[in-house]
């Protein structure tokens, strides 16, 4: 492809309102466009980039027995009012009336669909098992679409579902799964770890999540180097640092107008961890009193699995409930229902006295408090680890994919069921399985780039190689140019040939904005002794070569 | 890919709701489900022959140097408002509100959003000629979805956009696409031609229309064998048989309740040819009269062109406007608005007389009434080409593909401009085309079917060759299938074997109505003389080989 017949739209400066280095980059080197709010176009080079992904993904998908569907992007709402999700997701669901006036809906996801096809094809045990997958569009109306096409309103997934009579049949389709999107991602040049996660919104029991590491990451993960343990700090379990080692007798210290861990921590020059913090919530069925040490943070995600939804108390209602004011409540002798983290088990701690302006010394677990045992804090960098005792180490990430043991979440609402070897029915037992390409791009750039642009890992870069004939009216120049290209297309390789007419400064700048991981540049000086220069867009690493050793020397070079 | 692992769900009957050839041997050979009016999901089978299909359309765009894009479906309302389609369109498009309350739609078309992109991005005449194309999802409420993926409310179209320094510059990039859908049809192996159309919602001045022969057609179409004339009954022009021969005074007749052009006709016994239709209309700056002769049908459509929307009038309007009831109007003395069609400038005709239940023989054009003169009449079988005066032939349709220009209509109002060389500001000149690919297979499948089931194209077959070993358990047949399923992979051919454990009738039956176009037949008693079977789906035809011909025999086969 000739540069001078592609759409690529670079730009000189550094757009406004770009967050992340990929979404920067990607404005800059012409690979996508904001249509509006989460709403992005792919220009040729982006596109490029997308189906190149796209086909690593079906290969090992096709590797893996699935077989490509298609489905339909608007639904009908009433397969979703039959698993619940119709009422139970809010505002992320795009909703509409057809001409009709039927209630209809934009596919965030397609268990529904998918699980409603099952429901009239599937007859028989013989039909088990199936994997069906698409790679197509998905809308989801997010609240904070941000970062490029990290988290868009709009974006396309390779979604598949497995289909199986048992649990031990699932077990085999989802490692089968886990294994090709370790293979995609490796594939794909990208850094990446697989972790526990939160089913969410997808409901079932057990749930992966691969993650890229990144600073431009939405997720933190929690990894154990001792014994490989790894979560999303959604649900990543940690025992804190070791507890004080004081021992109080109770006793009710004054501490004025000292309100929060930082300030009393301060003020009686004990660090935040000999504290016990006290946080008051409302849920539907009532106030619950939530305590972690003053060193953790409570972790909503995780309190919500305990007592589902909640919001913090306001003052009043603190006051009305406990009796005293913020600042100054503890656990002793409340009523209501409590819930106290793990790492406040054991020791002894400063509490609020539930008494205006004074905390109390000594607070401990079981003799001062009764409470319900969970982890409730945020895993963070330093803690150690619960299975193996080793600290732990948190990360950034991008989450790329993910995979879910589903169960008959689905396939029970919807009635998919098969006939097993002794005639009777059961509930097809599913999974589902998500990528997202154009995170894996944008991981892929956020992950590989410096301070001129993109450096795209060889098989999913929008071309294999860019020639720069720097002086376009040299005959002997565009020659040779002419010459490499034709035949490393003719090999098989997809090849842009910036061949404007442009300073060589403006296309060795384009060049290494635009990521390509080999230039071919074609100079007058070298072209006089018959030479080339091949260079490394990340190492920036170049060796000149004879025109005619050219094409092998990139494709050895390819190989290393 | 072996039968055993592909989803392939055949019916034995055919299915009740289905209307057209391609619909019910769509479902029956497991190539597409329902979902819900007008949204189909695509099983394996036709996923393959819709992605054969777009592979076919990608090689021929990017040979005119067309770019792949991918835009989204959701779009804002902004940009449609100010081309003011927004308004203009009706039910047909898809509207919804996101979570902010913004008015969104769902692409029906790309028009507005490629000009948007090309606003922002193209500068100057050197930025020119660009075409942008995108295989993705477009949404139409449809009032009445039917035939399968014939006429859907959700489905995947190319559509392409160019954009131009001038008129002359679209007519290249207009022509280049014209011949890119001549050679898209060809290699999709469909019957189809290209006619004149009617711009419709898209607007512009000049449009075609590519259409394949097919009873299961929506359109009809008015050809010319003489001089070779072709255009969609919708704007076709035809010059109906010659007017009759007399030349009455006129004369009042008495017709007691003979009001329709059938009635007065048996009663008076002449042809309806013989006669002068009146019909009133309301539009919203009043009434209008249309004449046409009585064997003639009054087109809505093209009446449309020159009067806007209307509708007929009630029987009490006809008498409070013309001040008589109807049955018995003409068009002598009045005075509203009249459009009379071509064919009645001459020749005296039999009209009504404007009297209850009295006809008035001898009308004449110029002395009895005057009008507005265009061809509103529905082009019919046996009408004259305006053109030579050779014969119409007229034939249903299935519209696969059309082409618009666009001119500026979509750049004035998005302000779409670029610098041209004197530097000066103009608007971009605009074309757009579209071929949707499962029209392509509908088509294909209508023009291409026998009893048994399907008949695939070679180009666009799910499968390039089927073998069927009738009995897998005996391990003679599975090696020689096995050895020639491998031979036809390793040289790049799609194969389905059906290695299910079914007799061979059942194998026979479904390869028919799978519709692959060769069929490796490998049974025992062939197989004792070192022989298998090599039929042709079309014309069941078979030649016996050599087991060790077989890969030969098939790939010379395909080249004839």
Redesign the interface.
């Known amino acids: 492809m000739r540069f001078s ?3 690529i ?1 670079t730009l000189r400066d550094v757009p406004a309102d770009a967050e992340s280095v990929s979404h920067i980059l990607m404005l800059r080197a012409g690979y996508v ?1 904001q ?2 709010s989460g ?6 080079l982006g ?1 490029r980039v ?1 189906n190149r992904i796209n086909k690593i993904i079906r290969e090992e998908m096709d590797a893996i ?1 699935a ?10 709402a009433e397969i979703w009012q039959q698993t619940g999700r119709w009422d139970a997701i809010g ?2 669901m ?3 009336k ?2 009709g006036g039927r209630d ?1 809906c ?1 596919g965030m996801t397609h268990e529904e ?1 998918m699980t ?2 099952a429901s ?2 599937i007859r028989s045990y013989r039909d088990l098992p ?1 994997i ?1 997958y698409q790679i197509q ?1 998905k ?1 989801r ?1 997010e ?1 904070r679409p941000k970062s490029g096409i990290l988290r868009t ?2 974006f396309i997934m390779k979604d598949s579902y497995s289909f199986d009579v048992s649990e031990e049949a699932l077990e085999t389709n989802y490692q089968l799964h886990a294994d090709a999107y370790h293979r995609i991602y490796e594939r794909c040049g990208l850094r990446f770890f697989m972790v526990e996660s939160d089913p969410g919104m997808m409901g079932g029991a057990v749930s992966h999540e691969f993650m890229a590491p990144s600073p431009a990451g939405e997720d933190e993960v929690a990894i154990c180097k001792g014994c490989g343990y790894s979560a999303n700090v959604e649900l990543a379990l940690s025992a804190p640092s070791k507890n004080n080692p004081v021992d109080w007798q109770t006793e009710e210290v004054h501490t004025p107008e000292k309100r929060t861990v930082q300030e009393v921590s301060n003020f009686l020059k004990l660090p935040p961890s000999y504290f016990l913090k006290s946080i008051l919530l409302i849920t539907d069925s009532g106030p619950v009193l939530a305590l972690v040490r003053g060193d953790q943070e409570l972790h909503e995600k995780k309190l919500a699995r305990v007592i589902g939804s909640h919001r913090p108390a306001q003052k009043v209602e603190v006051k009305g409930i406990l009796g005293v004011e913020a600042g100054f409540i503890g656990p002793m002798g409340q009523k209501i229902r409590t819930i106290a983290d793990e790492s406040l088990r054991d020791g002894v701690y400063v509490s609020g006295a539930n008494k205006p302006h004074y905390h109390m010394k000594g607070i401990r677990a079981g003799r001062d408090f009764q409470a319900e045992w969970h982890d409730i804090h945020v895993a963070k960098e330093g803690d150690f680890c619960v299975k193996c005792g080793q600290s732990l180490h948190v990360e950034r990430v991008i989450e790329i994919g993910n995979i879910f043991k589903l169960g008959t979440k689905y396939s029970m609402p919807l009635k998919a069921v098969f006939l097993d070897e002794s005639g009777q029915e059961r509930p097809i037992v599913m999974g589902s399985y998500g990528i997202g390409p154009a995170r894996i791009a944008a991981a892929a750039i956020e992950q590989n780039n410096d301070k001129d642009g993109m450096i795209w890992p060889d098989s999913i870069s929008p071309f294999d190689v860019e020639i720069l004939p720097l002086n376009i009216k040299d005959p002997k120049t565009m020659q040779a140019a002419d010459t490499i290209y034709k035949d490393l297309t003719d090999k098989g390789f997809e090849v842009l040939m910036d061949d404007r007419d442009e300073r060589a400064g403006v296309k060795f700048k384009d060049a290494d904005l635009l990521g390509i991981p080999i230039q071919i540049i074609i100079g007058e000086k070298n072209l006089k002794e018959g030479l080339i220069e091949i260079k490394k867009r990340r190492t920036k690493e170049a060796v000149r070569v004879k025109v005619e050793e050219a094409v092998e020397t990139y494709i050895a070079g390819r190989n290393k």
Do not use: C
């Open positions: 017949n592609m759409f739209p466009r249509l509006a709403l992005y176009i792919y220009l040729p596109w997308m027995g077989q490509e569907v298609s489905m339909p992007v608007l639904h009908p505002d992320e795009f909703r509409l057809d001409r209809m934009l669909i409603w096809l009239k094809e199936q069906w569009t809308l109306d609240a309103r709009e």
